[in-house]
């Protein structure tokens, strides 16, 4: 019965990791109302099963006296442990699309795949109201549920933008090779939060996580543009001939 119930927490360690690395294990403990000690113990295990690895940024954070907090990723095995059976097939179906109808065929197919995910997602964004963070969030869920391990963080006070991480891509091998579909599916949720955003990495691309830029003060930018604009017509409106 321990023994399951050790299994069971690893399990929710390994999918909070996917879903929220890099992740340390005093977040972890505090996600799972377990302390840092026994989330360690868990670490170890995954760790020494190569599922999981310390996350070395590119910048390293300042920090002030004592040893830096580890924070932890997915490796590409466990990614792969993930992934479904059928990337195989899709990747040898695309190629031969390729093949006989061409890269702009491959690019149709990605469109057409993009315009599902915006289909099937619609109504959860939709429910979520006009703000592109609450709309982000709601699409994270709608994500998650279908298993891409997905969350939102704000960058900064998060007044200005968050962003959109998906822990986990079920086409991850097939976009390595087919990058449209990464493009599709950045599109589709431009199209579903309202905004224009950025890729700014792709576990397709070797990243331990998908993470979208979404600018959520555009629509408040945009709006005070065109209300300055209106301002400034009306003023020039108002102005003698001989003064324009």
């Known amino acids: 019965m321990a023994q399951a119930d050790d299994d069971s927490t690893r399990a929710r360690v390994l999918d909070l990791i996917a879903e929220k690395g890099p992740v340390s294990a005093a977040q972890l403990a505090k996600v799972l109302g377990l302390t840092p000690a026994a989330v360690r113990r868990h670490i170890t295990v995954l760790e020494e099963s190569e599922e999981i690895e310390v996350h070395t940024p590119a910048t390293p954070l300042r920090r002030g006296r004592g040893r830096p907090a580890r924070h932890y990723v997915l490796t590409s095995k466990a990614r792969t442990s993930f992934a479904d059976g059928y990337s195989d097939l899709a990747s040898h179906a695309l190629r031969y699309l390729s093949q006989v109808a061409g890269e702009r065929a491959v690019g149709s197919?990605?469109?057409?795949?993009?315009?599902?995910?915006?289909?099937?997602y619609c109504a959860a964004v939709e429910a979520a109201g006009q703000d592109p963070a609450?709309?982000?969030?709601?699409?994270?869920?709608?994500?998650?549920?279908?298993?891409?391990?997905?969350?939102?963080?704000?960058?900064?006070?998060?007044?200005?933008?968050?962003?959109?991480?998906?822990?986990?891509?079920?086409?991850?091998?097939?976009?390595?090779?087919?990058?449209?579909?990464?493009?599709?599916?950045?599109?589709?949720?431009?199209?579903?939060?309202?905004?224009?955003?950025?890729?700014?990495?792709?576990?397709?691309?070797?990243?331990?996580?998908?993470?979208?830029?979404?600018?959520?003060?555009?629509?408040?930018?945009?709006?005070?543009?065109v209300r300055a604009a209106r301002r400034k017509?009306?003023?020039q409106a108002r102005r003698p001939e001989g003064t324009r």
């Not at 086409?171 to 309202?194: K, M, N, P, Y």
């Open 134 to 225: 609450e709309r982000a969030r709601a699409l994270a869920d709608a994500f998650t549920l279908d298993g891409y391990a997905a969350s939102v963080r704000d960058v900064g006070d998060g007044s200005y933008a968050v962003q959109l991480c998906q822990g986990h891509c079920p086409v991850r091998e097939v976009a390595g090779e087919f990058h449209e579909l990464c493009d599709a599916e950045t599109q589709a949720i431009s199209r579903l939060v309202g905004v224009p955003v950025q890729r700014l990495a792709t576990l397709a691309g070797g990243e331990h996580v998908c993470t979208t830029h979404i600018p959520i003060a555009v629509p408040a930018l945009r709006k005070r543009a």
């Open 233 to 235: 017509g009306q003023q």
């Open 109 to 120: 197919f990605a469109a057409a795949r993009g315009r599902d995910l915006e289909r099937r």
